[in-house]
């Protein structure tokens, strides 16, 4: 056992393969520190997606999600900025890990020949190899990065949650958007949201939406973001979100005749990576809890609401259905994904 022991990776992003090496180092010190070695000029030579998705903070906070509970384990960075780029600085370098180095000190890693390189400069530590063939999780983060969607089982899913993919399934009142939001996450295997407007109406207004109050709204906005993360975190590749913020802008607006400005500011920052928009040409459906079956009434308002919101039906990432065939929706909807995670599993984002 030693005193105290040292991790550095780039962890970008993390996966099974680190969570092994970070398991066994800590199996065998006291306290294990593990260093995120941030280089934002490699960052920078990525590509848009993980440009994005790469950054410090994202790094940290999966490092934390993985260990918090593990008292033993402590997270920390060292900011490369100022030494020269990896391979060259191996000297610099070593000066900014110096500080980290305790008292019988073991540095854990996969790389013997970067562990050489480090005891050169650092001869009080002591390097520990562990399994430098990748035998228990045969991945690399570069094949990650490569292909994440195919390598889906190699990352943790605090990690899958930032990069999975997002469909919103906007729409009018009774246009069948919960239902196909479920059928989608059940076909697909993933996770989906459900409309907490309604939770909301059933728990707290006891169906009579008479009395909503304006700022109940805001309520249900924040509540639908939170039960999207909460998706997130347990999807397969993909998540169907049933209704945003736009929608209950979109309901706002119907009931209370005015803009209610914290949902329209939600609404007007929304971004999914696609959206189906269902029209309403099927038959308007009374659950108990609708009352706008004159859509001669609600389709005017909710069009200019997308005339407003332009971020609502992103080019290129919308499908428009407009069937009145609820068999020739639901396919279209399946063709739409299907298409989606085809692109995906051939590495194009
Ligand atoms: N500026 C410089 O000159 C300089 C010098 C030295 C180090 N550095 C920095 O330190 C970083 C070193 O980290 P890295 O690139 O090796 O990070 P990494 O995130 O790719 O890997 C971190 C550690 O995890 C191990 N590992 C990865 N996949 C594994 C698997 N499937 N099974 C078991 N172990 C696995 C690796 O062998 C390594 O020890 C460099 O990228 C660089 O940023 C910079």
Not at 80 to 84: F, K, L, R, T, V
Not at 288 to 294: F, P
């Given at each position: 056992m030693f005193k105290n022991g040292i991790v550095i990776g780039k962890f970008a992003p993390l996966t099974r393969g680190h969570i092994n090496l970070i398991n066994i180092a800590a199996c065998q010190c006291e306290h294990l520190k593990v260093i995120i070695s941030y280089d934002q000029r490699w960052v920078d030579q990525q590509n848009v997606r993980d440009r994005k998705r790469l950054g410090l903070k994202n790094r940290k906070k999966w490092l934390l999600h993985t260990y918090q509970e593990i008292k033993h384990i402590s997270i920390h960075v060292i900011d490369?900025?100022?030494?020269?780029s990896f391979p060259d600085g191996w000297k610099e370098f070593a000066g900014l890990l110096q500080p980290f180095v305790g008292e019988d000190c073991a540095i854990f890693s996969g790389e013997p020949e970067e562990v050489a390189q480090l005891k050169q400069y650092i001869p009080s530590i002591t390097p520990v190899i562990v399994d430098s063939h990748r035998t228990r999780v045969p991945i690399s983060a570069t094949m990650v990065r490569e292909n994440i969607y195919q390598n889906w089982d190699y990352i943790p899913s605090i990690v899958r949650k930032d990069y999975t993919i997002s469909v919103c399934l906007i729409g009018q009142e009774s246009t069948g958007k919960s239902t196909m939001a479920m059928m989608l996450g059940k076909l697909f295997n993933t996770s989906w949201t459900e409309e907490y407007g309604r939770t909301f109406s059933e728990k707290e207004l006891f169906m009579d939406e008479s009395l909503y109050e304006s700022y109940d709204y805001a309520k249900i906005a924040y509540r639908n973001k939170e039960l999207e993360e909460q998706a997130l975190k347990s999807a397969n590749k993909i998540v169907f979100i049933d209704t945003n913020a736009f929608i209950t802008e979109y309901y706002h607006r119907l009931y209370e005749g005015v803009s209610n400005p914290i949902v329209t500011a939600i609404a007007a920052s929304e971004h999914y990576d696609y959206v189906i928009h269902l029209a309403p040409t099927v038959k308007w459906v009374d659950d108990?809890?609708?009352?706008?079956?004159?859509r001669s009434k609600t389709s005017p308002l909710f069009e200019s609401l997308l005339k407003e919101f332009p971020n609502q039906l992103p080019q290129g990432r919308t499908l428009s259905i407009t069937s009145d065939n609820y068999l020739e929706r639901f396919m279209q909807a399946v063709q739409f994904a299907d298409k989606i995670l085809e692109t995906v599993k051939q590495g194009k984002y």
């Open positions: 490369e900025a100022d030494i020269p108990g809890l609708r009352v706008n079956s004159d």
